[in-house]
């Protein structure tokens, strides 16, 4: 009769284990989900700030249109872009191709003059401190959740429901180096 209470409280123990294992995994997949839907909400705020930019520009700046329609061209990958990996190699094209145009604005006084070309220029550095911001909370929900489903004894729980681990928000490989700068 005692064996069997004991046994039925060993039961319960682990039961209660199990639940409360995957509730935190549960918990943690939904961070990861959270923190890139916030990436793609400051990444949308990006995408809808370029075209007002570029607008600008052409005004300005019309024989530069290599330029512009580079821009254009990185904006329309970095939205149609899924998944981290793509999304990071997409923006940082698309991050590249901004500074190529900051950099034709440069030989342009009346342009980095005009008042919403500067407004616009801020609303975007803004924007690129938010999405910072929202990478690196992702990674780190990545981070937290990656090690969850991988230590014991949420990985036994993990195996057997079906939780597989996320890929990080990363920069390409030629990112990752020195800058180079050339005159």
Partial sequence: MIALIVFGVLVLLLAFLLVTTYN?????????DNAWAQIDVQLKRRHDLIPNLVETVKGYAAHERQTLEAVVAARQQAVTAQGPH???????????ALKNLFAVSEAYPDLKANANFAALQEELATSENRIAYSRQYYNDAVLAYNNGIQ??????V???TGFQAREYFQAPGEERGPVQVRF
Avoid: H, I, W
């Fill in 24 to 32: 935190g995994l549960v918990r943690r997949r939904g961070a990861v």
């Fill in 151 to 156: 230590t014991v004894p949420a990985n036994v």
């Fill in 158 to 160: 993990a195996g057997m």
């Fill in 86 to 96: 793509d999304q990071a190699s997409a923006e940082n094209m698309l991050t590249g």
